[in-house]
């Protein structure tokens, strides 16, 4: 269903050809991000990608924006702890200028001194805010519960002292050392001549040293505890993180692993939100979330919640994951959790964008590209006891981490009581 190609510089090219779309959509991977860090240039990858947007050898930061703009794409980019991506969505005939334009960025990024403190600026200004915002920095918090004095721990974009040290050389050193054609993935999806890009691939990476695989340090988990970070701060309600160790990428549970989120919390038909809001109105927004990494993963249980509810909430959200821990699931909502599984990734994959970002973070992070036949298949053979076999692995009291920003001094007693603290 796809095509790929390995250059012999180790570049990989995944490509899916969608005839009847209009757009396509490109993608330049980077098998590199905040895992790859030390504590001393934490933020780096971050700091890279904000300034490979301000201007490359051939255009400046004006004309990236307005060259695609100009013709009815978007141009975006993204950093996360193992990954860094460049993106455009475009109309199909404009291929080529796309890629021109980001494979320049990622070769040959102008920075400017100039652009680097200006940018620095902006950067520590994005850290403050949000530290600002309680249901962003609540996630920040439950990271160093989580992987404590380690990459993963600390906040992808860095922190005060960190940016605040990195120099212009650190970057160029940087993007020397893991912009190579061993860590890069380029992904399209759309109308295009898989010839001709395959052929402007070559003419623009085919001439660089390919480099080395990046590495990254393991995670490390030795938490013998459950554990607790309350923050005080005067909210006019309660940010909760409640998180786990989970899985890692490839994990032979990992759909069963999807399939326990959607039951428990990923749409609105799910057991948190029933029983924590519909049922009992203890918060307006709960929900969970699966994070996904090469070598572990994390579950997490979010909520905002009414300042004077926060323990009966907590509990409650307890129970929900005992029984799932306890009983299987019935055969009507395993049912309806793989319906909505599979159904939300079909509907994902009708677009450009959508399937660009699938097939291209698949390869960059485990060197395959999934089908969706593939999925379908592999989620049929998912059980109601493989469900329960995820939740008991992950799931355990002693491995309970929770994060809590809001107006808590007199409730943090009873808090840490009902995850086990005493």
Same mark, same amino acid.
């Given at each position: 269903?796809?095509? %790929?190609?390995?250059?012999?510089?180790?570049?990989?090219?995944?490509?899916?050809?969608?005839?009847?779309?209009?757009?396509? =959509? $490109?993608?330049?991977?980077?098998?590199?991000?905040?895992?790859?860090?030390?504590?001393?240039?934490k933020g780096i990858s971050h700091f890279l990608e904000h300034l490979l947007f301000k201007g490359s050898r051939k255009y400046s930061c004006r004309?990236?924006?307005?060259?695609?703009?100009?013709?009815?794409?978007?141009?975006?980019?993204?950093?996360?702890?193992?990954?860094?991506?460049?993106?455009? %969505?475009i109309p199909s005939r404009y291929l080529n200028l796309a890629f021109d334009i980001l494979a320049d960025m990622v070769v040959?990024? =102008? $920075?400017?001194?100039?652009?680097?403190?200006?940018?620095?600026?902006?950067?520590?200004e994005e850290i403050k805010m949000y530290r600002d915002l309680p249901q962003a920095y609540v996630y920040e918090l439950l990271d160093e519960l989580l992987w404590p004095l380690q990459a993963l721990g600390s906040p992808v974009a860095g922190t005060l002292d960190s940016v605040s040290s990195i120099t212009r050389d650190d970057i160029a050193a940087y993007q020397r050392q893991f912009y190579t054609p061993a860590n890069t993935v380029i992904s399209v999806a759309g109308c295009f001549d898989y010839a001709k890009l395959k052929k402007r691939v070559l003419k623009i990476f085919s001439s660089r040293k390919s480099g080395v695989p990046n590495v990254?340090?393991?995670?490390?988990?030795t938490q013998d505890g459950a554990q607790a970070r309350i923050f005080n701060k005067d909210t006019e309600q309660s940010h909760l993180a409640l998180g786990f160790h989970s899985l890692a990428r490839e994990h032979s549970l990992k759909h069963a692993l999807g399939l326990l989120h959607v039951i428990l919390g990923a749409n609105m038909s799910s057991r948190l939100f029933n029983e924590v809001r519909e049922k009992r109105g203890l918060a307006y927004e709960i929900g969970t979330q699966v994070q996904r990494f090469q070598d572990t993963g994390a579950f997490i249980v979010h909520a905002g919640i009414d300042n004077r509810k926060v323990t009966d909430a907590l509990g409650l959200i307890l129970k929900e994951l005992e029984v799932i821990k306890s009983n299987l699931v019935t055969p009507d909502e395993f049912r309806r959790a793989k319906e909505f599984y599979l159904g939300q990734l079909m509907l994902a994959l009708e677009d450009t964008l959508d399937h660009m970002l699938w097939i291209g973070e698949s390869t960059v992070a485990v060197d395959k590209a999934y089908s969706l036949n593939d999925i379908i298949k592999e989620v049929n053979r998912v059980t109601r006891e493989d469900i329960r076999a995820a939740a008991k692995q992950?799931?355990?009291?002693?491995?309970?981490?929770?994060?809590?920003?809001?107006?808590?001094?007199?409730?943090e007693k009873a808090i840490k009581e009902t995850i086990g603290i005493s």
């Open positions: 269903m796809y095509k %790929k190609k390995i250059l012999d510089s180790g570049l990989k090219i995944i490509a899916h050809s969608m005839p009847a779309r209009q757009s396509l =959509a $490109l993608g330049i991977w980077l098998k590199t991000g905040g895992r790859y860090e030390s504590k001393l240039n004309s990236i924006k307005e060259s695609i703009e100009g013709v009815g794409g978007s141009l975006n980019g993204f950093t996360s702890e193992e990954l860094t991506c460049y993106l455009v %969505k040959n990024p =102008a $920075l400017l001194e100039e652009e680097v403190e200006k940018e620095r600026t902006v950067i520590l990254y340090i393991p995670a490390q988990e992950i799931f355990k009291s002693g491995k309970l981490n929770l994060s809590l920003i809001g107006p808590l001094a007199k409730s």
